[in-house]
Nanobody, 127 residues
Framework: QVQLVESGGGLVQAGGSLRLSCAHS????????MGWFRQAPGKEREFVAA????????YYTDSVKGRFTISRDNAKNTVYLQMNSLEPSDTAVYYC????????????????????WGQGTQVTVSS
């Protein structure tokens, strides 16, 4: 049973930074493509960033390009989301997601692609 536990959320002023972490357990982490999604109140869950199982391929939604960086440490079974230049519009619950893949270069931006989800961590950006 794969478990994902996010941490690192909090309250930050606009322009500030946060680093989210997602600890993966229950199966071989290096076989999983990982993604970060977010959901604001009253809105649908939306894609933020994804990284392939090898770590060589990353993909971002346009609104976070140049501000957010996704990375992974397969030795620590952890994926990270470094968020810089935060804006009030980044306020949401952030979720980590995982999907096992045979292809080391696969990334996906769709909610339906991922089978495993964390419980979420709140990020609030004040203006």
């Amino acid at each position: 049973q794969v478990q994902l536990v996010e941490s690192g959320g909090g309250l930050v002023q606009a322009g500030g930074s946060l680093r989210l972490s997602c600890a993966h357990s229950g199966h071989t982490f290096s076989g999983y493509a990982m993604g970060w999604f977010r959901q604001a109140p009253g809105k649908e869950r939306e894609f933020v960033a994804a990284i392939s199982s090898s770590g060589e391929v990353t993909y971002y939604t346009d609104s976070v390009k140049g501000r957010f960086t996704i990375s992974r440490d397969n030795a620590k079974n952890t994926v990270y989301l470094q968020m810089n230049s935060l804006e009030p519009s980044d306020t949401a619950v952030y979720y980590c997601a995982a999907e096992y893949t045979y292809y080391t270069g696969t990334v996906s931006s769709t909610v339906e692609h991922y089978s495993h989800w964390g419980q979420g961590t709140q990020v609030t950006v004040s203006s």
